[in-house]
């Protein structure tokens, strides 16, 4: 089956600006993970959902983050009146969470959406 | 806060093993080291993963040392496909639910070389 894929690839925004980022995770995978890159940084934690639930959300850096699941599948990172400082790749990731979690539950990313704010 | 240090750079010929090795003094007794690696402009692609057994797949292998303060990831015969950087991870839990986080430090950048 498919990967974990993202949309868009490249987002260019003005500051001030609001933007939605989309991500599809691998079909049945219940956890799914979203998470910044700065350049040349690593890929640093924001949010976590198991199912619709959002589980962990202590990584978000501001409440102009916000994410959503609502259906437990596909889910959307939006990121309100955007600043300089939110330029980075956004990288979704899913995982299965079998009964096992924590033994054998892989990450799996997708592509990462480049957000450029001017 | 990243809970590995890995060397900035490395270089390997192609063909030849590259050795890549990766300090985690303070990891827990519970928590897995995982490997990613992430090559320009893509996603990070899964590696391996261990808890305190040397493991082996059909990418790499890694070993991890018995006091689990650090470990090396083996790649057998490297090729230029595998020029990227490549991340030691540290995997915690998270504030809740049963699953985890993945703690990610700078990697190392490997360049395979003809």
């Known amino acids: 089956g498919a990967g974990v894929s993202q949309s868009p690839r490249y987002k260019v925004a003005k500051r001030g600006q609001d933007v939605a980022l989309r991500c599809d995770p691998i079909s049945g995978h219940v956890s799914l993970f979203w998470y910044q890159q700065a350049l040349g940084q690593g890929p640093e934690f924001l949010t976590y959902f198991q199912n619709e639930a959002q589980l962990d959300k202590s990584g978000l850096p501001s409440d102009r983050f916000f994410a959503e699941r609502p259906e437990g599948s596909v889910s959307t990172l939006k990121i309100q009146r955007t600043q300089q400082e939110d330029s980075a790749v956004y990288l979704c990731a899913s995982s299965l969470l079998t009964r096992l979690a924590g033994v054998k539950d892989t990450q799996y990313f997708g592509p990462g959406t480049r957000l450029t704010v001017l | 806060d990243a809970k590995t240090t890995q060397p900035t750079s490395m270089d390997c010929a192609e063909g030849r093993a590259a050795n890549l090795p990766c300090n985690h003094s303070?990891?827990?007794?519970?928590?897995?080291v995982y490997w990613y690696r992430q090559i320009h402009s893509q996603g990070p692609q899964y590696i391996i993963h261990?808890?305190?057994?040397?493991e082996t797949n059909e990418m790499a292998s890694l070993i991890i040392t018995e006091d689990r303060k650090s470990s090396t990831l083996i790649l057998p015969h490297a090729t230029l496909r595998d020029t990227a950087v490549y991340y030691c991870?540290?995997?915690?839990?998270?504030?809740?639910?049963?699953?985890?986080?993945?703690?990610w430090g700078l990697g190392t950048s490997l360049a395979v070389n003809p």
């Open positions: 261990g808890l305190k057994n040397n």
């Open positions: 303070t990891i827990s007794g519970n928590e897995y």
């Open positions: 991870i540290v995997r915690v839990r998270l504030n809740a639910g049963n699953n985890r986080k993945l703690i």
